[in-house]
């Protein structure tokens, strides 16, 4: 069983793209096959070998490899042209010598008519002799494709069986002016010659297939098995497109998004391994695959639901792993702190982080002191009595064991003797230590902080709260 991903480098490494990659790769790896690359860079002028690399390192990233070296379409343009002169000797094809502007004629009556435009076949009958003419007068061509008559069928996985007929498919070309051949023919002559087996890709080659299939007819090929998978739509219900946010996997990596969080999330759309599970590593993932469980329903990007899936999967990281994920996403935000005070964060910061970043902006008090406090967190926190409160309370931090236990129990003891709830001391110290009003669990952090930085912060923050007057 071989399968294949065949991006055109004309762009980055799509979500919808990478969708297709990994319900490829899945299948190959579930079913002991092999995956392929193949860079459809046919199409000179919008593609691009930067494309390439970054399509590749997107692949990479998402920890999906490949068997063989990747296959450059532009490198088997002499095999596509072959193989098309044979079509040509087998009464497959014709050469058209209609002109582009002749052609946009015909299309602009038939749009004005109200229909759509298909070509006429006016060269598919020419003699021998009229070829011969136009031939000598230099007149440019293409070679078209002569649709046979009849109805075209193919089965897929995700359709079952699906049929058009030939009557809605014009006589397509093969080979441009130039000698190049098209996208539809280097298609199919390639997933030939790669021995490609299945070829599963996104539900907007669906009106690709028919022309396809008939090709492989032509060509006397074996016709590989095909699965369309259905669209990826955005929160609105319309195609995905940047209108919606990110959508390249740069972005995502960018944005602090873990790979195996974005390739468990993209495994989902469209897929489920039919219980509840959702939270996935890829090895479980190729554990469970099973391409009939492909859904015909188009899938929802949902970026909250992937958000909640990267706080899983960071949840899941050993703390060298997570640190690790840090210092590659932000070598110079911790680039000055000791790797010894780095440690014992790492267990507390995981529990409530979705993206890496959320490290940096939510855990930097850790190793500095805040300058600022929230202002909403001031009006809530800091009330009449928080300037006494906290400031009859230092002498007993400076006797305590700065253990989290002991700190917790310190704490509890005075809310209670001071006749109120524990979170009337606990918020108000978070904020002084912080700046901000969410933290881990406060006890924790002050062991972490340790007792020099706790005193000092708290009377930093005593000096801002105003005494009541009087
Ligand atoms: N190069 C095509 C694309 O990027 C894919 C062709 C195919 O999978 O058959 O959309």
């Not at 990747?70 to 010598?97: I, K």
């Not at 079952?160 to 441009?176: G, K, M």
């Not at 907007?204 to 297939?209: E, F, I, Q, V, W």
């Not at 400076?398 to 005075?414: C, K, N, P, Q």
Request: aromatic share 8%.
């Amino acid at each position: 069983m071989t399968v294949r991903f065949a991006p055109s480098p004309t762009g980055y490494l799509h979500v919808g793209g990478a969708r297709t990659a990994i319900f490829n790769w899945l299948f190959a790896r579930s079913a002991g096959g092999r995956f392929l690359l193949r860079i459809e860079d046919t199409d000179r002028q919008r593609s691009s070998d930067a494309m390439t690399r970054e399509i590749l390192g997107g692949l990479r990233w998402l920890g999906i490899d490949w068997d063989d070296e990747p296959v450059l379409q532009s490198t088997r343009a002499a095999r596509h042209g072959e193989e098309c002169l044979r079509l040509l000797d087998e009464g497959h094809a014709y050469w058209c010598y209609c002109s582009s502007e002749e052609l946009d004629a015909k299309r602009e009556a038939a749009e004005a008519a109200g229909g759509a435009f298909l070509y006429d076949g006016t060269c598919r009958h020419l003699t021998d002799a009229q070829r011969s003419e136009k031939d000598a007068a230099g007149m440019p061509r293409v070679l078209r494709f002569r649709v046979p008559d009849g109805r075209t069928v193919f089965n897929d996985i995700v359709h079952d069986e699906t049929s058009f007929s030939n009557e809605e498919i014009d006589d397509f070309v093969l080979l441009r002016s130039d000698g190049s051949p098209t996208y539809m023919v280097a298609v199919v002559v390639d997933d030939h010659d790669m021995g490609v087996t299945h070829v599963l890709r996104g539900d907007d080659h669906l009106s690709n297939t028919p022309k396809q299939v008939m090709l492989y007819h032509a060509f006397g090929y074996e016709i590989p098995q095909f699965g369309h998978l259905p669209l990826i739509l955005g929160s609105d219900k319309k195609r995905l497109s940047k209108r919606h946010g990110a959508t390249s996997v740069g972005e995502f990596q960018q944005k602090g998004f873990l790979p195996e969080a974005m390739f468990n999330f993209l495994a989902l759309l469209g897929w489920s391994p039919g219980d509840d599970r959702e939270v996935l590593t890829r090895s479980e993932l190729v554990e469970a695959f099973d391409i009939r469980r492909v859904l015909k329903k188009s899938s929802v990007f949902d970026e909250e639901k992937l958000l909640w899936m990267n706080g899983q999967h960071i949840r899941q990281l050993d703390d060298a792993d997570l640190l690790h994920r840090l210092l590659r996403h932000r070598p110079e935000a911790l680039a000055a702190i000791p790797e010894a005070k780095l440690a014992p964060l790492l267990p507390l910061m995981k529990e409530r982080m979705a993206l890496l970043p959320e490290f940096f902006s939510h855990g930097m008090y850790f190793f500095s002191d805040p300058e600022e406090y929230d202002a909403e967190g001031v009006r809530k926190r800091w009330k009449a009595g928080t300037h006494e409160m906290l400031t009859a309370l230092l002498p007993r931090l400076e006797e305590s064991d700065f253990t989290a236990g002991a700190l917790e129990s310190l704490i509890r003891a005075y809310a209670e003797e001071r006749g109120i709830g524990a979170g009337k001391v606990i918020h108000p110290i978070r904020l002084a230590l912080t700046g901000s009003t969410a933290s881990p669990s406060l006890f924790d952090m002050m062991e972490v902080l340790g007792q020099d930085s706790c005193l000092r912060r708290l009377r930093n923050a005593i000096a801002r709260i105003p005494e009541p007057a009087g």
